[in-house]
C-alpha cells in the first residue's frame, strides 16, 4: 500500500505564501504522477497541479503564475509552493499519487489525509 502525508498548511495572510510537502511511504513498485487537488467544504474537489515522473507539469486554471509545483523523485516527495495567497485559496488541500504496487501492475490512485489552508486577515 501507499501512504501520503502532506505538511505545510495552516494560516497566512493575503499575499503571503506557503509550501506544502507530500511523502510517499510503503510498499510499492513505482510512482508515476504525483499531483494536488483542492476542496472547499460543500463543493467539488478541483485539480491543482500535477506533474510527472520527468517532471511535466499541469495546472488548474485558477492558479497558474501563482502556484509551483515540483518534485524530488528520490525521496518520493512531491511540493506545492504558493505564492501571493488570497481567501479564494482557502481549502483543505489533497496529495494525491498514481502508484503500481508491483511490476506490471495497473496504477492506481492514492489519497493523503488533507491539509488545511487558510487565507485570512
Known amino acids: 500500500q501507499v501512504q501520503l502525508v502532506e505538511s505545510g498548511g495552516g494560516l497566512v495572510q493575503p499575499g503571503g505564501s506557503l509550501r506544502l510537502s507530500c511523502v510517499a511511504s510503503?510498499?510499492?513498485?513505482?510512482?508515476?504522477?504525483m499531483g494536488w487537488y483542492r476542496q472547499v467544504s460543500g463543493k467539488q474537489r478541483e485539480l491543482v497541479a500535477t506533474?510527472?515522473?520527468?517532471?511535466?507539469?499541469n495546472y488548474g486554471d485558477s492558479v497558474k503564475g501563482q502556484f509551483t509545483i515540483s518534485r524530488d523523485n528520490a525521496k518520493n516527495t512531491v511540493y506545492l509552493q504558493m505564492n501571493s495567497l488570497k481567501p479564494e485559496d482557502t481549502a483543505v488541500y489533497y496529495c494525491n499519487a498514481e502508484a503500481a504496487l508491483r511490476r506490471w501492475y495497473r496504477p492506481q490512485g492514492y489519497w493523503g489525509q488533507g491539509t488545511q489552508v487558510t487565507v485570512s486577515s
Open positions: 506533474i510527472t515522473t520527468s517532471g511535466s507539469t
Open positions: 510503503g510498499s510499492f513498485f513505482s510512482i508515476s504522477v
